[in-house]
């Protein structure tokens, strides 16, 4: 469905964000690999979570269909290579099968895995025949490639049957998802440490915890990026931790740059923006990058952003369609290249009554609504993708007085 959005001149809210599915999903993994029972408290109720619990509890499945679930299709590509005597194909959609996940197929045969490429080589769909895996004792790995293929070979490394090196080589990214990865871990009882780009795993088992996950710092940014654009607003975020293992969390320090506090990681307080251009690494957190270049630009802030490699391999290439999307509105940001976006006050006209295309990513979907505080009766398209990670996202707009019309 397509919907125009109004927002009124301010808006107040105590907003109940969702459990974080980055979180989630990890300790669903971890919950299952200990033999608990019993599920984690607080599980985050979108797309993505919902598959791997679905997942986990079709035991006999041989198929498994994860639609556009990139963190699910990653960490089960793990868990079932050691599923002993389990053979299993684990697909997605379409888009999913242009996600490469071949760096990890790798490492998982290094250890023993017996997976095969039903499609093309180096992509989904696979078929996987689970086996008991054996630590070849190094493990070299890319660091500038996704977070969840490290994470995912993490995860089962403590099942192996020795210490199990792990080395990133190169750039690292998304180093906050591994440091999450490594704290669950120690919470379920596994010994690891990571010093730099070497992460280092003991063999031995998990044990099962009560555990409860806290709330989404991914989803918190939208209502930071409402509160920079919206003066006057009063808005709270129920269930935040500060400090938290989620590297998102620092969406709170970058928005001071656009005016923003945070009051006891709870309340939402406006200040005077800092004019000056916003030059900033989002390597640790680049799913924040659509939220802060779509402020920066409703602002007049200019930027120059880099650490954003891992965009062009998200749930579409985030890069190019943040570029298209904010051509729309008369902003000429720069795709400087395959890491980096810039944005030094160039303008055109914007396109008459433009509608914002989301690709099939929940991202763009909420990045974008608050550009309708500018643009009002902006028109987001395919809004249902919040339900990857923020089902309830238009729901809570509604509460706070946004007018959602159908178009």
């Known amino acids: 469905m397509d919907y125009s959005i109004k927002f009124p001149a301010k808006i107040a809210g105590d907003i109940a964000l969702p459990a974080s599915k980055s979180i ?7 919950n299952a690999l200990s033999g608990n029972g019993k599920m984690p408290h607080n599980c985050a109720d979108c797309d993505d979570s919902n598959a791997m619990i679905a997942a986990l509890r079709a035991t006999d499945a041989e198929r498994i269909d994860i639609g556009a ?6 960490f089960l590509t793990a868990y079932y290579a050691m599923q002993e005597g389990r053979e299993t194909t684990l697909d997605g959609s379409e888009r999913m099968r242009q996600r490469p996940i071949g760096v990890l197929v790798e490492a998982l045969r290094q250890c023993g895995a017996e997976i095969e490429y039903v499609g093309n080589a180096g992509y989904p769909p696979l078929r996987i025949t689970g086996r008991r895996l054996t630590s070849p004792g190094i493990l070299t790995l890319p660091g500038n490639v996704s977070s969840q293929y490290i994470s995912a070979i993490m995860m089962i490394s403590p099942m192996l049957d020795k210490r199990t090196e792990i080395r990133l080589t190169g750039e690292m990214t998304s180093i906050p998802y591994i440091d999450m990865t490594v704290s669950l871990m120690r919470e379920y009882g596994a010994e690891i440490e990571r010093q730099g780009n070497i992460i280092v795993v003991q063999p031995g088992e998990y044990s099962p915890i009560d555990y409860a996950v806290e709330s989404d710092w991914s989803g918190a940014s939208y209502w930071y990026e409402i509160a920079a654009l919206l003066p006057g607003s009063d808005i709270t975020l129920q269930g935040l931790k500060e400090p938290s293992v989620q ?8 928005f ?6 945070t009051t006891g990681a709870r309340r939402l307080e406006q200040t005077k923006p800092n004019p000056k251009p916003l030059e900033i690494d989002m390597a640790d957190c680049p799913d924040l990058a659509q939220t802060v270049v779509v402020t920066a ?15 062009r391999i998200k749930e579409t290439d985030r890069m190019e369609a943040l570029r298209s999307q ?3 509105l008369g902003y000429d940001i720069t795709i400087v290249d395959d890491n980096r976006l810039a944005w030094h006050g160039e303008r055109h006209p914007p396109v008459l009554s433009p509608a914002i295309d989301t690709f099939k990513d929940h991202r763009m979907a909420m990045a974008f609504a608050p550009a309708a505080i500018k643009f009002p009766g ?3 398209r ?16 509604a509460q706070c007085g946004v007018i959602l019309t159908e178009k």
């Open 24 to 30: 989630t999903n990890r300790a669903l993994i971890l």
């Open 326 to 328: 904010l051509y729309k």
């Open 378 to 380: 902006l028109v987001i």
């Open 247 to 254: 590297g998102d969390s620092r969406i709170a320090e970058i």
């Open 256 to 261: 001071t740059h656009f005016g923003v506090a």
């Open 69 to 74: 679930a990139g963190t699910t299709m990653r």
């Open 382 to 397: 395919d809004i249902d993708v919040v339900s990857k990670s923020y089902p309830a996202f238009w729901q809570h707009l």
């Open 297 to 311: 630009c409703m602002l007049d802030i200019h930027f120059d952003i880099t650490g954003l490699r891992t965009l």
